[in-house]
């Protein structure tokens, strides 16, 4: 569902389907050997002493795509993922890279296992009702 | 930009970043609640399947085709600029089921819509968040021309436990929405008191 995502960097149309099948950007990777599985709301910024990606041979032009996206403003995966119109699992492969060259890390969300603290847990419920 | 843009120099802020679930049958208002609340417009995210859906898939005359999108939607409410909550429905069709498995985990609870003329819809994510002790509620989305039923009859109805709050509501309406999202974070924090240490590890 690319919709105004078009025009800017989609030069094919939905109904033709993605002109370069989805894996082919990861070289057929499906996973990382970084990375482990990324959540959907792990938070990925970039390195503060990170390069200028666009000089990297070495990198597609998602992945500088990412960079730049996440330069201004810390983005989760899920919303990388709907900005690039990719599906979450290319997208973590691109994220896994962009760690492994040192120009992006990830914050994780709270460990699965443990409960949010309380104290989080009002702040959301007073950021709720202020809304 | 998506968090805000921060002034030039200064590292943008991470912030802690938390997701509730919205689960329910298909047309029940997943997207709508979502939509009611969020600051965003619900984005689309996908992920692609290959072998998975073939057992069910039938294929026949499009054999080239092997593989299948299954699409989440999702919005963002930021709260501060360090607390970030987001809001994902999950797949509508049974066959993605293991898609909520990866969407469930760390989640901080989960809103089941139901509609009571079609409550059998919603058995399956009650059952779901039942299993894996994921604090959940029953939003029971008022749609016009539907009978009401008291809470307490859908509870039956769905033979919920006592302590699973079922609240009625209105997808489409923001401040419903967003006391069925506080209901949920209250109820996942009188869980959290009730069954499991608040640090694990």
């Known amino acids: 569902m690319s919709g105004d995502g078009q025009g800017r960097s989609h030069w094919f149309d939905d109904e033709a389907g993605p002109v370069v099948r989805p894996y082919a950007m990861t070289r057929g990777r499906t996973t990382s050997p970084a990375q482990h599985r990324l959540d959907l709301i792990a938070v990925v910024g970039t390195e503060p002493g990170a390069g200028d990606p666009d000089g990297d041979p070495t990198l597609a032009p998602e992945h500088v795509e990412i960079v730049g996206l996440c330069r201004d403003a810390p983005q989760s995966v899920a919303e990388l993922a709907a900005e690039l119109d990719l599906p979450i699992g290319v997208v973590r492969v691109l994220i896994g890279d962009l760690v492994h060259a040192e120009l992006v890390h990830v914050t994780r969300p709270v460990p699965p296992a443990e409960l949010p603290d309380e104290s989080i847990l009002r702040d959301v419920i007073n950021g709720l009702r202020a809304l | ?201």
């Not at chain 2, 299993?131 to 039956?156: H, K, S, T």
């Open chain 2, 1 to 201: 930009m998506i968090f805000g843009r921060s002034e030039r120099g200064k590292p943008p802020v991470e912030p802690v970043t938390l997701k509730i679930l919205v689960a329910g049958g298909f047309g029940v208002g997943k997207t709508t609640l979502v939509g009611a609340v969020s600051e965003i417009r619900p984005l689309r995210t996908e992920e692609l399947l290959t072998e998975a859906g073939r057992p069910v898939d039938d294929t026949t005359g499009v054999e080239g085709k092997h593989t299948t999108t299954v699409a989440m939607d999702f919005g963002r409410i930021t709260l501060r600029e360090d607390l970030v909550l987001y809001l994902f429905g999950t797949p509508g069709q049974d066959r993605f089921w293991f898609m909520w498995d990866e969407l469930s985990e760390g989640a901080l609870g989960a809103v089941v819509l139901a509609d009571t003329r079609r409550l059998e819809d919603c058995f399956a994510a009650v059952d779901y968040f039942e299993r894996r002790a994921i604090p959940f509620l029953v939003g029971v989305n008022c749609f016009e021309g539907a009978d009401r039923y008291p809470a307490e009859a859908i509870r039956q109805a769905l033979d919920l436990d006592e302590d699973v709050p079922v609240l009625l509501c209105d997808a489409r309406d923001r401040e419903s929405a967003k006391e069925v999202l506080i209901g949920v974070v209250q109820h996942a924090m009188d869980y959290g008191a009730d069954h499991r240490p608040a640090v694990a590890t």
